[in-house]
Structures are given as C-alpha cells and as structure tokens.
C-alpha cells in the first residue's frame, strides 16, 4: 500500500507541477479528446475513468481464461508423466499472461497519462489527480491478476 501511495503522490505532484508551471501538452490534448465529450472535464474524466476500467476487467478476464484453460491441460499433461510438454506449455501460457499484462499496462499508462494532461490542461486538477489514482489501481489490479494466473499455472505443474 506504501507504495501505490508514493505512486499516486508523485502523480498528483506531477499534476501539480503542470498546472502551476503553465506546461500545456504538445500535442493539443483539448483538441485530440473525442468530439463528443466537448471541453467539459467532468465528462472527459468519467470517459477516461470508465476506459480505465473496462481495459482493466478485460485484462483481468483474459488472465483468467488464461489459466482456466492452460491449468487443466499441464496437470493432465503431468499425470501423464509427459513432464517436459507439461512445462513448455506452462511456459507458454505465462508468457501470454505476462505478454498481456505488460501490454496492457503500457497502454494504461499511455491513456491515463492522456486523460490527465487533458485534464490539466482544462485547469481541473481534482479531476486529473482522481484520474491518476483510478489508474495506478489499475495498474495494481493488473498486477493481481498477472500474479494469480501465473501462480496458478506454476501450481499446475506441482511448484
């Protein structure tokens, strides 16, 4: 928990920093934000919190439906006694867990960090800061859930 707060801290200084220094984003964050949600910080916010989310749960669902596929298939593979294919598709599936994860975090980020200059820009930083925080706790969320699928696939084979 130490840790998303120094997380968060240094994101909402970061916030901080822009909005008191003048730094606008380079690339005309107001003008990229999708035409229906206007100049309105609320409303970019809540598309941005409600993007964050949605990523997050289908990270979450593929981690799951990673494991709950591969699981059964090294545990028959290692009753079977054929050990060395049971671990090659252990490998596999945590690859893909952890190669999605990582994936999704980058773009996490990406979005997140354009959802926030957004909001700086707008002059909301209440927004961008709540913005920030949704977004490091999907990152840990990611986390979790990268965490418990490649511990349930490393069970599988009986470490």
């Known amino acids: 928990m130490g840790k998303l707060r120094r997380n968060v801290s240094s994101v909402c200084a970061v916030v901080a920093a822009l909005l008191f220094t003048g730094a606008t984003p380079a690339f005309g964050a107001v003008e990229n934000a999708p035409a229906f949600l206007g100049r309105d910080p609320e409303r970019i916010a809540m598309a941005c919190v409600r993007h964050v989310q949605a990523l997050t749960e289908r990270t979450v669902d593929r981690n799951r439906a990673i494991a709950r596929e591969c699981v059964p298939q090294i545990q028959a593979l290692v009753e079977a006694g054929r050990r060395e294919a049971a671990e090659e598709l252990a490998a596999r599936c945590t690859r893909m ?56 696939i490393r069970h599988a084979l009986g470490r």
């Open 97 to 152: 867990v952890v190669h999605g994860s990582n994936q999704s975090r980058l773009h996490l980020r990406h979005d997140c960090a354009r959802c926030i200059r957004m909001l700086v820009f707008l002059r909301a930083p209440r927004l961008a800061e709540h913005v920030a925080r949704v977004c490091e706790e999907a990152v840990g969320t990611i986390g979790r859930s990268e965490q418990a699928a490649v511990t349930a």
